[in-house]
């Protein structure tokens, strides 16, 4: 069984920075592609960022020069630094992983549980 457990989710003032983090872990054979999606209430699911194996990193335009993806693979972690927040980026977060899960080349998607990040005065 693979759990992702995130952490880091908080109430910040616009101008502030957040940083968050989400460890896999149980049967791992070997972890492409980990990312970071959010929700807004009454909006779609999209995608933040997300970080390839090799360290090749994409952002959605709106983050693009604020925020900064990471990971450790020694760890099976990865981060989301989140700085100069804006309200507009209040949204439940998720992360997202495509992991190996057995010796075989069988790969799933895994998320995690979510965790509010609410920027606000």
């Known amino acids: 069984q693979v759990q992702l457990v995130e952490s880091g989710g908080d109430l910040v003032q616009p101008g502030g920075s957040l940083r968050l983090s989400c460890a896999a872990s149980g049967r791992i054979f070997g972890i492409n592609a980990m990312g970071w999606y959010r929700q807004a209430p009454g909006k779609q699911r999209e995608l933040v960022a997300v970080i390839t194996s090799g360290g090749s990193t994409n952002y959605r335009n709106s983050v693009k020069g604020r925020f900064t993806i990471s990971r450790d693979n020694a760890k099976n972690t990865v981060y989301l630094q989140m700085d100069s927040l804006k309200p507009e980026d209040t949204a439940v977060y998720y992360c997202?992983?495509?992991?190996?899960?057995?010796?075989?080349?069988?790969?799933?998607?895994?998320w995690g549980q979510g965790t509010q990040v609410t920027v606000s005065s």
């Open positions: 997202n992983a495509h992991i190996r899960y057995s010796s075989g080349n069988y790969y799933n998607d895994y």
